[in-house]
């Protein structure tokens, strides 16, 4: 089994989508893939594994773990609605959820650094399940420091990652178009840039980023199967 986890230096950067992307990529190869959400905050409106389902077509897909009704971080969230999340038993179900693909694709809850269940965070639960993982990052003014760190704290727990991706790029500032130069420079790792896109649904998203994926970004997806 091969596990991917596509983890983000914050909020809102674009896990989603790009979690999207890669588990349709595989999909439409002809490798059976499964995105996995440990927690969803903010349920209801938010919910990223049915997203993912609606891209790829099927509620095989995807799945949630756990959901949480106020926009918190998940340890955050389960006090406050006295349903406190337990990291042995969330851990224990994302293996046995691995199980039903050759492909898992592991998608964060935040930024690596947000608490999740007792003392346990984001961090552990993707170092302790995906030897590799993506990092999805905003382009603007303030990504360096963000992302330079998330990648540091991946690999201080072996995490290998595999590239990093600059979401909603449009290259309207000059910090905007020297980032991703920068951001190899400062850790060694590739990376890609992903346009803003308006789409009118899921699928239709998806295959945006899917397509300014370059081919060594995939080549590299590949690689791990």
């Known amino acids: 089994m091969t596990t991917i986890a596509v983890v983000g230096t914050d909020t809102g950067v674009g ?17 059976d893939a499964r995105a996995i959400k440990p927690a969803q905050t903010g349920h209801p409106p938010d919910d990223d ?33 006295d349903e406190p999340l337990e990291y042995e038993a969330l851990l224990e179900d994302c293996r046995r959820e691995r199980e039903r693909a050759p492909v898992s694709v592991l998608e964060g809850i935040g930024g690596v650094r947000v608490p ?3 003392d346990r965070e984001v961090l552990d639960l993707v ?38 991706v600059c979401n909603e790029y449009e290259g309207a500032s000059v910090a905007e178009r020297t980032n991703p130069a ?10 890609e840039t992903v346009p803003s ?3 009118s649904n899921p699928g239709a998203l998806a295959t ?3 397509e ?14």
Do not use: M
């Open 182 to 191: 920068e951001l190899e420079r400062l850790t060694g790792r590739p990376v």
């Open 197 to 199: 896109l308006s789409a």
């Open 212 to 225: 300014a994926l370059s081919p060594a970004f995939y080549a590299r997806l590949a690689d791990r199967e």
């Open 116 to 118: 999740l269940a007792g």
């Open 127 to 164: 170092a302790d399940l995906a030897p590799v993982a993506v990092v999805v990052a905003r382009s603007d003014l303030g990504t360096l420091n963000h992302t330079a760190l998330t990648v540091a704290a991946l690999e201080q727990r072996g995490v290998d990652v595999l590239g990093i």
């Open 208 to 210: 945006g980023v899917r």
């Open 49 to 81: 594994a049915a997203f993912v389902a609606d891209t790829c077509g099927t509620d095989d897909a995807a799945t949630c773990l756990r959901y949480l009704e106020e926009p918190l971080a998940p340890r955050v969230a389960g006090e406050r609605a």
């Open 15 to 31: 896990k989603t989508v790009v979690t999207a992307a890669i588990t349709d990529w595989f999909r439409e190869r002809g490798t």
